[in-house]
T-cell receptor, first 115, second 113 residues
Framework: DADVTQTPRNRITKTGKRIMLECSQT?????MYWYRQDPGLGLRLIYY???????NKGEISDGYSVSRQAQAKFSLSLESAIPNQTALYFC??????????????FGPGTRLTVL | DQQVKQNSPSLSVQEGRISILNCDYT??????FLWYKKYPAEGPTFLIS?????DKNEDGRFTVFLNKSAKHLSLHIVPSQPGDSAVYFC????????????FGTGTRLTVIP
């Protein structure tokens, strides 16, 4: 079984609809992240959480919100989807970094299309 | 403003030859650098990393070189294999321990059999 899972894997929705993307992990990591990938722009950080009571904005948080329901679950919401939020969304997890390790583990991604 | 840059969107290499993927960064506070590999329809997977106290790290066919004065790192794959065909992302993080990663735009490597 995959350590980091995302649902749904694909979603097509209309402008103005509310969308929730879900992420679950079995790695036991405290830290979780949401990224989006756009062609030619690499991955950009939307929100991150270092534990259940901690939520932080990333580089491009406008138009998004998150909820950390448990250590293993981190969901991303688009309250009112717009076409320029069409992208590939990745969830990631990590352990507390140390000098020799700062690795993040990624889910398989959710392809979201907003019409 | 892109703090991590991969200026080559694509690279083609013959099987058995060396692949060299390059990455430049602008933030001198970056302390740790990683390479991720991504296949279609999958998430990025960690490949190799290097901290700023080193200038080289090797793992099998993969070697990462770091030139801090030039703010440049490179990934060498020797010998290249068709299974190495993927998009490679360079990423960097700072000294704060927050381990937020800043990603480059990726280089698509094609290894020709």
């Amino acid at each position: 079984d995959a350590d980091v899972t995302q649902t749904p894997r694909n979603r097509i929705t209309k402008t103005g609809k509310r969308i929730m993307l879900e992420c679950s992990q079995t790695k036991g990591h405290d830290r979780m992240y949401w990224y989006r990938q756009d062609p030619g722009l690499g991955l950009r950080l939307i929100y991150y959480s270092f534990d259940v009571k901690d939520i932080n904005k990333g580089e491009i948080s406008d138009g998004y919100s998150v909820s950390r329901q448990a250590q293993a679950k981190f969901s991303l919401s688009l309250e009112s989807a717009i076409p320029n939020q069409t992208a590939l969304y990745f969830c990631a997890t990590s352990d507390t970094p140390d000098r020799d390790s700062n690795e993040q583990f990624f889910g398989p991604g959710t392809r979201l299309t907003v019409l | 403003d892109q703090q991590v840059k991969q200026n080559s969107p694509s690279l083609s290499v013959q099987e058995g030859r060396i692949s060299i993927l390059n990455c430049d960064y602008t933030n001198s506070m970056f302390d740790y650098f990683l390479w991720y590999k991504k296949y279609p329809a999958e998430g990025p997977t960690f490949l190799i990393s290097i901290s700023s106290i080193k200038d080289k790290n090797e793992d099998g066919r993969f070697t990462v070189f770091l030139n801090k004065s030039a703010k440049h790192l490179s990934l060498h794959i020797v010998p290249s294999q068709p299974g190495d065909s993927a998009v490679y992302f360079c990423a960097a993080s700072g000294r704060t321990g927050a381990n937020n990663l800043f990603f480059g735009t990726g280089t698509r490597l094609t290894v020709i059999p």
